[in-house]
């Protein structure tokens, strides 16, 4: 984009000239309470839920050695037997501090804070590059079916978003692991010190919201396109070239803001597969890892993490659409996108 | 006046029956003047039938579910649970290549493959209708109240503000965390997460058109609103309904997998497709074995991909601007 362009885009940008910064404001501090409320309703649903599974997960691999009532014991100084609402208000006295727990069958007795977060770097670096890898690819590729509506890249275009969409990303994952790795003859784990493992994670985390933001690019611009503005334009004499990039494509852009939280929600769930298939030390693995060994307070800890992004990415979500769509009607209660 | 008075209360007298005849409905005379005879369903279905990838695949779908039903009941059928034994070593007749005695190999414990599949799909299709029906009904009810009841509406709108915060793959993974695996907790686990999407559809499509005039009249002539909902509103609602419904399907068996994937799934005594992509997933370092994830797989993609492209299709024929 030129300067110009930047210059304006800008009062949209800050919210200013349109509707004013205190009616900005204002929907920015509603949207967040609500995230906050949710979260809290999550965080509490989720904690409840789990005292209701076996108690196994708390014991460990010592359960089998200990008698009844040492198990008994063992539970009651965790605080296992106290009512739920003492448990729950120790547990967010705990998560004031920062605290998750321990974990128990995992690492035993290791803070669940620093499994977590020997874990992270690697599923936010892969989701985001997915993601950016994405916006790359997808958007374009949008763009030229757009502009290819009915020939035979729109139709291969067509083709591979079908298959993306309707087949579950286990099934080409696992196929590519299987049958690329061999074709180029790329490393089969992932390693981080070898930058060639980087390429098949990355890829196949990024086909699917690839598909997604080239199916919506395609959508939006083909909408576009049947407006009378563009056929004022057109008859005017405008060039086609100049009417792709200046007006169509500006107004398509507009509601793929809205979209870029949900595919930072799937890359999430897809880091869940592509993790440990290949063998990634990411959250994704490891949510995989502490679910087949039951141990709750990691699974805990895990979800909370994922629900808290998933809330993150929303409320941004909104927030770029507020920010970047001036159609959109702020403060109206409970107005449903 | 007088006259004019004398002449009407005098008209039945005048009338006879060779002033009148009865009228006609001619199609082909009809359409110059441009009358149709228009049907909704007809249509629809007209210009589905122009798709021939859809109605090719909707044949394709149509002759699955029916071989799944009837596959357990045909000659040579083996048990999808069975372990069968090699009779000249006595061991399992473990990892049998595809061959004549079975038809699509048998699997690490000598099961076999073919009839695994075939009880698979079954599983799987079955939690698909299953899910996808109750995304239906829980969905429109709900739906229909919150966009119907303007007490209702600011209360479940909240609601659903929360909800709608919540990723549907935590809740997913969390429900069958929770709950032991078999399918009616992945049925429970799917149809807690489905409905919200689809209630909120319906409730965007009953505002927009409860306060048409037409039902402004049926309220006025005291119509209860269940039967305003049910008469005057879904009817607009169908297709979209069975396009959703549709496509619930391919991502009810995607959650089956997923779930299975990241062991949460059905135990493998209950074979589903999920169950026998992640055997073969297991497997697939040694190419000799790889058929165990393909043919799954070839027919989990075939479903999914039929079930995205006919509910498109027909989502296209259903709208009433695509037909002529």
Known sequence: ?337 | MGIFSEEISNISQKSNEKLFDFAVVDEQKAEQTGYSNYSYWHSTWQSFLKNRLAVFLLVVVGLIIAFVIVQPYLPFQKSPTEIYIDEQTGSQARNISPSSEFWFGTNSIGQDLWSRIWAGTRTSLFIGFVVALAEVVVGISVGALWGFSRKLEAPITQVYNIVENIPTTIVLILMSYILRPSISTIIIAMCITGWVEMARFIRNQIVILRDREYNLASKCLGTPSYRIIIKNLLPYLISVIMLRMSLAIPFAIGAEVFLTYIGLGLPISEPSLGNLINEGRVLMMSPDLRYQLIFPSVVLSIITIAFYIIGNAFADAADPKNHV
Request: glycine letters at 8%; a positive charge; proline letters at 4%.
């Open chain 1, 1 to 337: 984009m030129t300067k110009d362009q930047l210059w304006h885009l800008l009062p949209s940008f800050l919210g200013v000239k349109r509707w004013g910064v205190r009616i900005m404001l204002w929907y920015i501090g509603k949207r967040l309470l609500q995230s906050v409320l949710t979260l809290f309703i999550i965080i509490t649903i989720v904690f409840s839920l789990l005292r209701l599974m076996p108690e196994e997960g708390y014991l460990g691999s010592a359960a089998e050695k200990m008698s009844p009532e040492q198990q008994e014991v063992y539970l009651t100084n965790l605080g296992l037997r106290d009512p739920l609402i003492v448990q729950l208000g120790n547990f967010y006295l705990d998560l004031l501090h920062g605290d998750l727990g321990t974990s128990v069958t995992y690492r035993t007795d290791v803070p669940v804070t620093t499994i977590i977060s020997d874990k992270i770097g690697y599923s936010l670096l892969f989701g985001l590059g997915a993601v950016a890898l994405s916006l790359i690819v997808g958007v374009p590729l949008g763009i030229l079916m757009a502009h290819m509506k009915g020939r035979w890249l729109d139709r291969l275009g067509t083709g591979y978003i079908v298959f993306v969409v309707a087949v579950p990303a286990a099934v080409y994952y696992i196929f590519i692991q299987m049958y690329v790795t061999d074709l180029f003859k790329l490393p089969m784990l992932f390693d981080e010190y070898n930058s060639v493992s980087w390429i098949l994670p990355l890829t196949s985390m990024a086909l699917g919201p690839t598909a997604s933001y080239a199916m919506w690019m395609r959508r939006y611009m083909v909408d576009e396109l049947n407006k009378d503005y563009i056929k004022l334009a057109r008859a005017k004499g405008v060039k086609e070239r100049t009417l792709m990039f200046k007006h169509v494509m500006r107004n398509a852009f507009i509601p793929m803001a809205q979209y870029l939280p949900a595919t930072i929600l799937f890359t999430i769930t897809g880091s869940i597969y592509i993790e440990s298939l290949y063998s990634i030390p990411g959250m994704g693995g490891l949510l995989v890892d502490v679910i087949q060994r039951q141990d709750n307070s990691v699974v805990q800890g895990l979800v909370l993490i994922f629900s808290s992004l998933g809330i993150i990415g929303l409320f941004l979500g909104d927030l770029a659409m507020a920010i970047v769509d001036p159609r959109i009607k702020l403060g109206k209660g409970g107005s449903v996108r």
